[in-house]
């Protein structure tokens, strides 16, 4: 049962943090949008050194556009391995393990780029500094990425890192566009 608790509350974080990232083509980018990113720095991770800062609306919107489909996408291909609602323990076990693996291969990788998004505060009085939401990693020659959600973007508890912290496969498309985040020109 604790291990259906940590199935649910690994879906509740990501479904808190990531619900705002979910938007149709067809409302667009307004830059008013407290929900969507705000400001993406780009930083060499070995060194620290911040490559660029990126606050261009429409490079934003692409953004939270591929950060919604890959949250999307891995979350309906567990969902679907392990439909039956007898299989949580096999689900979770299986999310341990993938996780496992794709750690280990990244790890072996090495990091190459982290990528940290802000987003505005959601009060709309108050405090206008904008607030960290996550921390993509990407590594060297690899589909994989890491994403850990900031400790202030989830308000009220404290988690440990291992609860915040999620390894995925990136689609070649993703992939694509968070390298050339890295390499094209910034503001």
């Known amino acids: 049962m604790k291990k259906y608790g940590k199935i649910l509350m690994i879906c509740s974080i990501i479904a808190c943090v990531l619900t705002g990232c979910g938007f149709s083509d067809e ?19 070995e060194s620290g050194v911040l490559l660029k800062t990126i606050e261009d609306e429409e ?28 299989e949580e323990y096999e689900a979770y076990e299986a999310y341990e393990e ?4 794709l750690k280990e291969t990244a790890e072996a990788a090495g990091e190459s780029v982290e990528i940290i998004a802000y987003k ?25 990425a890491k994403m850990t959600v900031a400790e202030e973007s989830i308000k009220n508890i404290s988690l ?10 990136m689609l070649e498309e993703e992939m694509r566009f968070y390298e050339g985040l890295a390499a094209s020109e910034g503001e």
């Open 120 to 144: 505005d505060p959601a009060a709309r009085f108050g405090s206008k500094e904008l607030e960290k939401n996550h921390t993509i990693t990407l590594y060297r020659d690899s589909n994989i």
């Open 98 to 101: 993938k996780t496992k693996e």
């Open 160 to 169: 440990p890192e291992e609860f915040v912290t999620f390894y995925f496969e």
């Open 59 to 86: 490079i934003l919107h692409q953004y939270n556009q591929v950060l919604s489909g890959s949250e999307d996408r891995v979350y309906s291909s567990w969902e679907e391995e392990y439909e039956d609602e007898y």
């Open 27 to 45: 409302d667009g980018y307004d830059g008013k949008n407290r929900n969507q990113m705000a400001k993406l720095e780009i930083y060499e991770a």
